[in-house]
Structure formats: structure tokens, C-alpha cells
């Protein structure tokens, strides 16, 4: 099982910016998907980002030409970079390991929290 720590998380005012970063355990992190997940008060988990082992990517279509995700492979990390963040963007952003464009990995962290609000 994979060990993943999010970090990054907090409150932005409309239209700001945030970095999310997700460190994950063990040696074959390079050889997995990742992605990021969010789920809302009420709402279902559902799917932001995605980064393949070899760097394609897909995204949300609310998140497209805002939000970008990027893998350090010496670093065991990816990250979520957020910019012109929206109140609807607000939620628990978690990190998941083994992910595929089909389905979720079976590795998740423990959530961090992305408040949007003036």
C-alpha cells in the first residue's frame, strides 16, 4: 500500500491561487497514475486531474485551463497547481495512487481542505 501525505490546502479569496502537493511512499511511485479528487459538502467524490506514469494528463472539464497537475518522479510528489480558484472549487482535495483514466487507484490520502471565499 501506498502511504500518501497532501499538503497545500487552505483559504483563498476568488481568483487566487493555490499549490497543492502530495508525497507518496515507496520505491515504484514513477511507474504509477496519480490524480487528484475532491468532494464537496454533500456532494460525491469526483474526479479533478490525473497524471499518467508517462505524463499524459486529463482534467475536469470546471477545472480545464485553470488548474494544472505535474509529477516530480525524484520527488516522489505531484502536484496541483490551482489558479482563478472559484467559491465552487471549494472542498476536500485528496490524492490518489494507482489511479487510470478508467478508475480510481486504491491509494488515498487524507484529504486537505480548499476553502474559496472573500
Known amino acids: 500500500q501506498v502511504q500518501l501525505v497532501e499538503s497545500g490546502g487552505g483559504l483563498v479569496q476568488p481568483g487566487g491561487s493555490l499549490r497543492l502537493s502530495c508525497v507518496a511512499s515507496g520505491r515504484f511511485f514513477r511507474f504509477y497514475g496519480m490524480a487528484w479528487y475532491r468532494q464537496a459538502p454533500g456532494k460525491q467524490r469526483e474526479l479533478v486531474a490525473g497524471?499518467?506514469?508517462?505524463?499524459?494528463?486529463n482534467y475536469a472539464e470546471s477545472v480545464k485551463g485553470r488548474f494544472t497537475i505535474s509529477r516530480d518522479n525524484a520527488k516522489n510528489t505531484v502536484y496541483l497547481q490551482m489558479n482563478s480558484l472559484k467559491p465552487e472549487d471549494t472542498a476536500v482535495y485528496y490524492c490518489?495512487?494507482?489511479?487510470?483514466?478508467?478508475?480510481?487507484?486504491?491509494?488515498w490520502g487524507q484529504g486537505t481542505q480548499v476553502t474559496v471565499s472573500s
Open positions: 490518489n495512487a494507482k489511479w487510470t483514466p478508467i478508475q480510481s487507484g486504491s491509494d
Open positions: 497524471i499518467s506514469a508517462g505524463g499524459s494528463t
